[in-house]
């Protein structure tokens, strides 16, 4: 009942704020959306989740007209959007629209105490924190049996932790489709620092998330001599140590996010150079794809 619940917050909460535009739904949604499809989840559960939420005041909808017409029944084609939203075969918003005639059916039943607890704004209200229902799902990922299954379900659900906890503290830099954000030093996976021998080595890691294009976006770098991405002071520009992009590249889907990292420090050869720093000098981490630029001002000390 709590994956039902959890996922359910964000089922609602893109209904209420998405009508054309597109809206980031995590892949656990998903995971959810093909449970109920393919009975995992039974109707009843679905339903009386959706129920709860709005009973109990986690968030707040807009007051919605009930169909005269309404058959009492989830219409079949509402179950098969779940399971082709789910496999990728349909938008967000063919999904959401789904859910949204469920609440004009009357499919879900709204206690008089959830009346009194609606504000003036229609924007939806959360009263529940974000994070503890990203921890509920990674928690949930426990009870699948499979073990593949399983894995994926905590790789999905870590790293929408991960984005999370980025995204509320980090500066973020629009680049054409892309948003690039940088938490900064002390976060992990970056740092700066000057070893015993006097070399200054820089690690960077840095969440790229396609939130405007509604086709697949890349980011290039197939080598230290050939790579959309290097730090500069101005004076000289340093290429990278050490990347991990597969391939030569990160694939960003229609609102996906990923992490990529980042080491300046020693020469590798194949066109890398040493990293030096001058304490005199502003560093400047630089992306130039075909569909824009970024420049991320890092603030060495």
């Not at 000289?236 to 080491?263: E, R, W």
């Not at 304490?279 to 890092?298: A, Q, T």
Request: glycine share 8%.
């Amino acid at each position: 009942m709590k994956i039902v619940i959890t996922s359910i917050i964000t089922i609602l909460l893109i209904a209420s704020i998405t009508s054309s535009a597109y809206a980031e739904v995590p892949a656990w949604v998903k995971n959810n959306a093909g449970w109920w499809a393919d009975d995992s989840i039974s109707e009843s559960e679905f339903l009386s989740g959706i129920s709860f939420l709005i009973s109990d005041g986690i968030i707040s909808v807009p007051s919605t007209v009930v169909s005269e017409n309404s058959s009492g029944e989830v219409p079949a084609w509402v179950k098969n959007n779940a399971g082709w939203w789910a496999s990728n075969k349909i938008s967000d918003g063919e999904f959401v629209n789904g859910i949204q005639h469920l609440m004009t059916m009357g499919l879900i039943f709204v206690s008089s105490n959830a009346e009194s607890k609606e504000t003036v704004s229609s924007e939806p209200q959360i009263t529940n924190s974000t994070l503890t229902v990203l921890e509920a799902e990674l928690e949930k990922c426990s009870e699948i049996k499979k073990a593949y299954d399983r894995l994926n379900c905590e790789r999905d659900a870590k790293h929408e932790i991960i984005v999370y906890d980025i995204k509320t503290s980090a500066q973020s830099f629009l680049s054409g489709p892309v948003t690039y954000y940088w938490p900064g030093f002390g976060t992990d996976g970056n740092s700066f620092e000057i070893s015993s021998s006097g070399q200054a080595m820089l690690s960077l890691r840095i969440l790229a998330e396609n939130t405007g294009s509604s086709q697949n976006e890349s980011l290039f770098c197939t080598g230290p001599a050939i790579c959309n991405y290097d730090v500069t002071n101005g004076s000289a520009d340093f290429k990278y140590s050490g990347m991990d992009f597969t391939n030569g590249q990160v694939i960003l889907k229609p609102g996906q996010s990923k992490l990529f990292n980042f080491f300046f420090g020693p020469n590798i050869g194949g066109g890398g150079t040493t990293f030096e720093y001058d304490s005199g000098k502003d560093y400047y981490f630089r992306g130039d794809e075909p569909f824009g630029s970024i420049s991320i001002p890092l603030n060495l000390e």
